[in-house]
């Protein structure tokens, strides 16, 4: 038994030694004292793997269960990673291929992007759209049960595993809510979660509301597609991108997409240990330049690539950022895989807006602070109240024009109503959107006036 585990001391051993081999320049170049730091940091880590090695004989020899190695080995490197901060996770052959499937096509679930916080596994942002919207779970929900499984000590990639599932299937979550007393217990049921993630709506009088949801791999052409879409109906006077309930998702778009409204500039910086990870992206030069007037929604949901965003565009005061503080997500990780068709997720940087503000912890704070209000069913200067007809009012004057006219009249103007009647609905339950929209068209009316392009 002493010469098995004496093997596996070394076998870890050589690991270490190869991995520090890949990772650092040559030896031949370093000065002796170096080299002298290096030999003790091996001593010091082949002490440990030693200690690692007694651990795991005692468990083999002693525990009450017959112990799996490899199971007990993967437990150990995900200890390893989840010491280090929420992102950095192992992942199996199996979640390995999930993720690759996440920003390229669809999955069935119940549409969360989760995340450890405080060791709770809390909820960043529900999709739009999704089950876990449509039921009202909110960015900052701490998950405490899943099928009445507890998340205390459960991985993130665990914790996926037990959200998505078959369609039309059901899971129960236990949810601590900020402001209430009691766990709420919801039941969803799994659904396909789309890939596409942006949606619009045509405001009227040439302004445009644009919703994107994540960052997957075709936003950014969409987003362009859709603003093509929008200038065939005439002059684009104004942009709503709302980034609301954004969990975040590919780099590369987030830059792509403050790139269509920027001509020039830093977009984003990272900053890491290792130089490589020192990166800077810039603005490039477009063939179509977009100057109208642009207010970007966020909040608390709106996470890592929708920060990226908003920064950019915050920092070049190419758009007024107007909703909550965002949440905070200011790392990058960066995806090794293993021989074994495993993956590594290892935080390697920060992320920081042109101006050199870090968004990890404190999030981006809009120039607007406006919190989200729930629609009101009644009360004075309600919007609900504002948004009735001459013909619910008591006494009204009856119309004297036949109704056959009337039909005429309402058939040429039937897709115009339906339009106006989307967009009432829409501001009505949605001050911050209201309020943007109010904003939008003050600045398009001053920007008249002083005939200066925004």
Excluded: W
Aim: aromatic fraction near 6%; proline fraction near 4%; glycine fraction near 8%.
């Amino acid at each position: 038994m002493k010469r098995k585990k004496l093997q596996l001391v070394l076998l870890l051993f050589c690991i270490v030694s190869a991995y520090s081999a890949y990772s650092v320049y040559s030896v031949y170049s370093a000065p002796i004292s170096v080299e002298t730091g290096k030999a003790e940091k091996e001593a010091e880590t082949y002490k440990h793997l030693e200690t690692f090695a007694n651990v795991l004989d005692l468990l083999q020899k002693h525990y009450i269960d017959k112990v799996k190695s490899s199971d007990v080995l993967i437990g150990a490197i995900n200890g390893m990673l989840g010491s280090l901060d929420p992102h950095s996770s192992y992942m199996s052959p199996e979640d390995f291929q999930e993720l690759q499937e996440d920003t390229r096509g669809s999955f069935s679930g119940i549409g969360i992007e989760v995340t450890v916080r405080d060791g709770l596994l809390t909820v960043v942002s529900p999709i739009v759209g999704t089950p876990a919207y449509k039921e009202g779970v909110k960015a900052g929900d701490q998950i405490v049960k899943i099928n009445n499984i507890s998340t205390q000590g459960m991985t993130l990639p665990d914790a996926v595993k037990q959200l998505r599932g078959n369609k039309g299937e059901k899971v129960t979550l236990s949810i601590r809510r900020q402001g209430l007393h009691e766990l709420l217990d919801m039941v969803f049921i799994r659904d396909i979660i789309p890939h596409h993630s942006v949606n619009t709506q045509d405001l009227g009088e040439g302004f445009h509301y644009i919703q994107v949801t994540s960052f997957q791999a075709t936003t950014t052409r969409d987003f362009k597609k859709e603003l093509r879409k929008a200038a065939k109906q005439g002059k684009i006077r104004g942009i709503i991108l709302d980034l609301r309930n954004n969990p975040g998702g590919l780099l590369d778009q987030a830059v792509k997409l403050a790139n269509v409204f920027l001509e020039s500039g830093i977009i984003v910086t990272t900053r890491g240990r290792e130089k490589e990870n020192d990166m800077s992206f810039e603005a490039q030069h477009r063939k179509t330049q977009y100057t109208f007037p642009t207010i970007v929604l966020v909040n608390r949901g709106s996470a890592s690539a929708s920060e990226i965003v908003a920064g950019a565009l915050q920092d070049h005061k190419r758009a007024i950022i107007l909703g909550t503080r965002t949440f905070g997500k200011g790392s990058v990780q960066t995806v090794v895989p293993l021989p074994n068709g495993a993956g590594v997720r290892l935080t390697t940087a920060r992320y920081y807006t042109p101006s050199g503000r870090s968004i990890q912890a404190t999030g981006i704070v809009p120039d607007l602070i406006i919190p989200f209000k729930k629609k009101r069913t009644a009360g004075k200067n309600n919007l609900a109240d504002i948004l009735l007809r001459e013909e619910d009012l008591p006494h009204h004057f009856k119309n004297s024009v036949p109704t056959k006219n009337m039909q005429q009249q309402g058939n040429k103007k039937s897709k115009t109503s339906q339009v106006a009647s989307q967009v009432a609905k829409l501001l009505a339950k949605d001050n911050q959107l209201h309020a943007a929209l109010f904003l939008l068209k003050k600045m398009t009316g001053s920007l008249k006036k002083k005939n200066k392009m925004y």
